[in-house]
């Protein structure tokens, strides 16, 4: 039972234009949920969180959106640049639990 | 941003040997710790939920008495393979909980595992 989904493996972005990262989850009892980003052979690294109390954050080029009603949250980084290039998670926890649940990643690729 | 380091960064080992990966939190004081295994090409997998002075909750299908978790101090869990074979081969990576501020998990850098 896949809790959390992200349902597009790869996604190919032009340099300079907005990339859009797509997770949807099942579970109702989510309240935050997390944005990784992470490199071949190293751990994820936290790029920006979103409590369900919100319905947006930002922070720099990194903007998250979460409509609770549908059950969905995106990330949008724009510009995007070359660096973005990597895997991206998205993850969920419950109210009172510790752990996350993570997606199945997907992989990003910005073109110059 | 939080720094959570994990040492070694990579193992080579025989099999049957047994292998320890350290986990440690820099720059805060984590009372939670996890560990996960990560197959190539797929998602990070949850093995185990480290408490720091209590016993580690395991996920469902791990063996406690392979995957062995101690969780000493407020800084440092670690996790011990014991004897390792070849499918125990892995990226292992752990994630620290800083519940000072936003409640969020900052991750290790992770250990690569190969058993021969």
């Known amino acids: 039972d896949q809790q959390v989904k992200q349902n597009s493996p790869s996604l190919s972005v032009q340099e300079g234009r907005i990339s859009i990262l797509n997770c949807d989850y099942t579970?109702?009892?989510?309240?935050?949920f997390l944005w990784y980003k992470k490199y071949p052979a190293e751990g994820p690294t936290f790029l920006i969180s979103i409590s369900s109390i919100k319905d947006k954050n930002e922070d720099g080029r990194f903007t998250v959106f979460l409509n609770k009603s549908a059950k969905h949250l995106s990330l949008h980084i724009v510009p995007s640049q070359p660096g973005d290039s990597a895997v991206y998670f998205c993850?969920?926890?419950?109210?009172?639990?510790?752990?996350?649940?993570f997606g199945q990643g997907t992989r990003l690729t910005i073109n110059p | 941003g939080a720094v959570v380091s994990q040492h070694p960064s990579r193992v080579i080992c025989k099999s049957g040997t047994s292998v320890k990966i350290e986990c440690r939190s820099l720059d805060f004081q984590a009372t939670t710790m996890f560990w996960y295994r990560q197959f190539p090409k797929q998602s990070l997998m949850l093995m185990a939920t480290?408490?720091?002075?209590?016993?580690?909750?395991?996920e469902q299908g791990v063996e406690k008495d392979k995957f062995l978790i101690n969780h000493a101090s407020l800084t440092l869990s670690t996790l011990t393979v014991t004897s390792a074979h070849p499918e125990d081969s892995s990226f292992y990576i752990c994630s620290a909980r800083d519940t000072s501020g936003t409640d969020t998990q900052y991750f290790g850098p992770g250990t690569r595992l190969t058993v021969l």
């Open positions: 480290s408490n720091e002075g209590s016993k580690a909750t395991y």
């Open positions: 579970n109702s009892m989510f309240d935050y």
């Open positions: 993850a969920a926890s419950g109210q009172g639990a510790q752990k996350l649940v």
